[in-house]
């Protein structure tokens, strides 16, 4: 077989026509061991680390390795608040799974509709200030229905997009085939410059995070919703890293800031600070009806099972009367980060609760993590090219309310040892390198 060398494989079909079997019939084994080779060879290949969860323990567990188990802490997880081991939730979802069985039985339009989703779309419509809720079987599915939907069904309908919007949103959009402008991040001139030269009469989309999960930092949205009201654009929020975490009733920044009324469309999920699975929109009765008629994706499957809808309901309401696990969380985040600030460590002071530890090259990303496994019981996963940009990969570390001092202790004493380990340059040396690249 002739090697194909590492510049001509960017994708999949590239190799298939570049394959000389191809005349011979397709090589289908090959071209695909040839893409995860590639992946190997630049340090992008994903190895999963198996978990097992220890009753009560939460964030330690066993992590399983070739027929050896051996605890650590968790350090990555983005189950926030560890409601996925809260007793609440766990009593909910084995009291749902009694009486109403595991499975839901069908889409929500054949038999897939239980008490428990009703509830849960009622609960969060409650919450989030809007008509009415609609569920998805994940945060991505609910994304990529949502903005397909709206992009593709509303006529010549254009949609703005920041640039570091998550890949859920990219592929809604994508799907939708409308005419898309991709703003820089956060960055209200640019928007300001691409709405101002639309026809006005066109319906417009602004699409944006509240909080970029990979750097921790939190869009403007007030000034987004100033220019979606100058230019009478629709608003479209994904506040899955911030519903449970921020405002006072938990539903996130856009409560934290009282911005409901301006924002059109939420969408968050139940796969991180809810501690479960599953995603949602939420909006006035027109939009999710107008969804709920159209989306494909939310049409077309299995509803949640029932325990999962009561498992997110029962967190939900915890959330909503009782902030201490969240207030816990910016305390334990707030001394992480105090005491990073005392190491040689980069990392992104952000506004949010997210802590991403720069590292900037694959390879070095993912020694230290395998080393703070090995050597010290620590998990955090190396995140590494298509999620960053390369050049910027990074350990992202979140920090839950269950994080003790002295594990939060022993992370920053073995971090700031495998760090020197790699003889990785310090912030300061860092930032007197670009000043002088700067000159
Ligand atoms: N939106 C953002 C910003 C995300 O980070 C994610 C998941 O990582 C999703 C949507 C998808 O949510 P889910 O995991 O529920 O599919």
């Not at 695909?32 to 964030?59: C, M, N, T, W």
């Not at 994940?138 to 997009?161: K, Q, W």
């Not at 990392?347 to 090995?374: Q, T, Y």
């Not at 073995?414 to 003889?423: A, D, H, I, Y």
């Amino acid at each position: 077989m002739q090697a194909i060398c590492r510049h001509h494989i960017t994708d999949i079909h590239k190799i298939g026509y570049l394959s000389p079997y191809r005349t011979k019939g397709f090589m289908y084994k090959e071209i695909f061991r040839q893409s995860l080779d590639h992946l190997k060879l630049e340090g992008r290949y994903r190895v999963f680390i198996e978990l097992e969860k220890i009753p009560g323990a939460f964030p330690r567990a066993k992590y399983q390795n070739k027929g050896q188990s051996q605890e650590i802490t968790i350090w990555c997880s983005n189950d926030y608040l560890g409601m996925g081991n809260h007793p609440a939730v766990v009593k909910a979802m084995h009291q749902a799974l009694d009486q109403d069985g595991a499975g839901s039985g069908g889409t929500r339009n054949i038999g897939g509709t239980h008490h428990w989703h009703t509830k849960l779309e009622q609960e969060l419509a409650d919450l989030h200030k809007k008509d009415s809720a609609l569920l998805f079987t994940s945060g991505y599915v609910a994304n990529e229905s949502a903005l397909s939907t709206l992009a593709s069904r509303l006529p010549n309908c254009v949609i703005l997009s920041d640039v570091q919007n998550h890949a859920s949103m990219i592929h809604g959009i994508r799907y939708s085939k409308a005419e898309k402008m991709i703003f820089r991040h956060n960055d209200m001139g640019h928007l300001e410059e691409l709405l101002k030269n639309i026809d006005p009469h066109r319906p417009k989309i602004i699409a944006f995070e509240s909080v970029y999960s990979m750097a921790g930092d939190i869009a403007p949205i007030k000034e987004i919703c100033g220019l979606a009201k100058k230019y009478k654009a629709l608003t479209y929020i994904d506040e899955v890293h911030a519903v449970g975490l921020y405002g006072p009733n938990g539903a996130g920044i856009v409560d934290e800031l009282g911005l409901q009324d301006d924002i059109d469309i939420i969408c968050a999920n139940f796969g991180k600070a809810i501690g479960v699975l599953g995603g949602y929109i939420t909006a006035n009765a027109e939009t999710v009806d107008f969804i709920r008629s159209h989306a494909s994706p939310f049409i077309f499957t299995t509803s949640l099972p029932p325990s999962i809808a009561a498992g997110a309901l029962a967190s939900l309401q915890h959330i909503r009367k009782d902030p201490t696990e969240r207030l816990q969380m910016h305390q334990k985040v707030s001394l992480v980060k105090s005491q990073l600030r005392q190491t040689p460590i980069e990392f992104l002071d952000s506004e949010s609760h997210i802590i991403p530890v720069m590292v900037r090259n694959a390879e070095n990303c993912k020694g230290i993590s395998d080393a703070l496994l090995k050597n010290y019981q620590i998990y955090i996963q190396p995140i590494n090219y298509p999620t960053v940009p390369k050049g910027q990969e990074r350990l992202r570390i979140t920090v839950t309310p269950y994080h003790t001092p002295e594990m939060i202790d022993h992370l920053i004493k073995s971090l700031t040892t495998v760090w020197k380990e790699f003889g990785l340059t310090s912030c300061q040396q860092k930032a007197q390198k670009d000043q002088a690249a700067a000159i």
